[in-house]
């Protein structure tokens, strides 16, 4: 079962915390789901207690959307961590994998 966590503070601007060095490499479908990662990386680090000085990557082409467009799922890494980050856009959540 996965635990779904909120990212909505950090989309909407009202959460508190460091924002963590991202980039996609690549591209991806919609700006839409770039911040989405963004944003749930910020949540995930800083409420796990994370290196929030650790620059995250992303590869376009390690990013999936599903057919409605309501989730994604992307394989993130940096310098100790592989991550699959699923999101929910429409409810701005998300899970993820430690790999």
Same mark, same amino acid.
């Given at each position: ?12 601007? /009202? @959460?508190? !915390? ?7 490499? =690549?591209? &991806? ?9 963004s944003c749930a990386i910020d ?8 290196d929030v000085e650790s620059k995250? /990557? @992303?590869? !376009? ?7 409605? =467009?309501? &989730? ?5 890494r940096n310098e100790g961590q ?18």
């Amino acid at each position: 079962m996965l635990e779904w966590d909120s990212y909505k503070d950090w989309f909407d601007g /009202e @959460a508190e !915390g460091q924002c963590v060095s991202y980039e996609t490499i =690549g591209e &991806i479908h919609d700006s839409i789901y770039d911040v989405g990662l963004s944003c749930a990386i910020d949540d995930y680090v800083n409420r796990t207690g994370g290196d929030v000085e650790s620059k995250w /990557e @992303a590869y !376009g082409n390690d990013i999936y959307v599903g057919k409605n =467009g309501y &989730i994604a799922c992307a394989y993130c890494r940096n310098e100790g961590q592989n991550i699959i980050f699923i999101l929910d856009i429409s409810n701005k959540a998300y899970a993820v994998i430690e790999l």
